[in-house]
């Protein structure tokens, strides 16, 4: 059982669920609150969407480190699950059930959302696209770290795209009567905060996975990747990195620049100290690591970042909303 857990990225899979929910009760809830709306989605459907995103992602784990087994003999020997602690054949039935279940209730929730077309095709896709990451993307230069990135950034927007259309359906009369109101509320806020969410978790994942691809560059150079470092060598892979992470140092830094000319202290030094100070103590690291567990220590540290990001959300919901 614990080796299944392992198999599955238990902390990972909780750190999404955790994210989805903040997205949901310390976003999206109190700002249609401020607006006299509700959330139509029931707590029973945002189950669902959870166990689905959640289920498509431990799918993803599974048959990522199915296919992976020889590199990650090489890149990480101890942490080597299928063939150990769970055998091949029940990793690849897993993949299917949990990948099948993802699917069905993602379907069943794009039918009652009221957006069947697109909230299928984009579980289908992530199944799909989970696969050929790990047969095939993944050996592709850049590819495979685009694509997992998006998946990523996905996840705290799946919540807006599954409750606004049926915000919209509840309260079309007053959008009709109220458009400026209650429409901004919709489009310029709740979409807004889940966009720029969105677009911080597929920042803070390339650069993690770019960073995570430094760290196996001795099992990738084996089996034939064609990673960053690989292709442009460990040098250029670092600016790349430093680039990407000063570049959204200077986005949060445009975000405070916003806080101060409110005044808003508290998220000013919220931003400073757990996400701006751990970015630059990042940018170093990476510049100085030379070992694998350097590297690793890297990646560990953008996802803390990642998670004080989705913890300003409890901020926002019990101080500055207030």
């Known amino acids: 059982m614990i080796a299944f857990l392992k198999l599955i990225r238990l902390p990972n899979l909780l750190i999404i669920a955790f994210t989805q929910y903040m997205i949901r009760l310390c976003l999206i809830e109190p700002i249609l609150n401020l607006s006299g709306l509700k959330l139509q989605m029931s707590d029973w459907e945002f189950v669902l969407l959870v166990l689905a995103t959640v289920f498509v ?170 990673t960053i470092p690989i292709v442009l060598g460990m040098k250029k892979a670092k600016v790349i990195i430093a680039t990407l992470i000063i570049f959204f140092m200077t986005g949060i830094g445009y975000v405070q620049h916003h806080q101060y000319e409110v005044k808003d202290k508290i998220s000013f030094l919220y931003f400073f100290i757990l996400i701006q100070l751990p970015l630059l103590f990042i940018l170093l690291r990476v510049f100085k690591a030379k070992e694998k567990k350097h590297f690793h220590f890297a990646s560990m540290m953008v996802k803390v970042v990642m998670l004080a990001g989705i913890c300003f959300l409890f901020l926002l919901r019990f101080v500055l909303l207030k």
């Open 57 to 226: 992602s431990a799918g993803g784990y599974i048959i990522n480190d199915y296919f992976d087994v020889h590199i990650d003999n090489i890149n990480k020997p101890e942490q080597l699950v299928i063939d150990k602690g769970v055998k091949r054949r029940v990793a690849m039935g897993a993949h299917a059930v949990l990948s099948f279940l993802g699917v069905a209730i993602g379907i069943f929730l794009a039918w009652k959302c009221n957006i069947l077309l697109a909230g299928s095709t984009l579980f289908i896709l992530a199944v799909v696209g989970l696969w050929y990451y790990s047969t095939s993307f993944k050996y592709q230069f850049l590819t495979g770290n685009i694509l997992v990135s998006l998946l990523t950034g996905m996840t705290p927007f799946m919540v807006v795209l599954f409750e606004v259309p049926r915000l919209i359906i509840e309260y079309n009369a007053q959008l009709i009567q109220q458009q400026n109101a209650i429409g901004a509320v919709i489009t310029d806020t709740v979409l807004l905060w889940a966009g720029c969410y969105g677009i911080a978790a597929f920042g803070l994942s390339l650069i993690r996975e770019m960073i995570k691809d430094m760290e196996d560059v001795e099992g990738d150079l084996e089996y034939g990747c064609r």
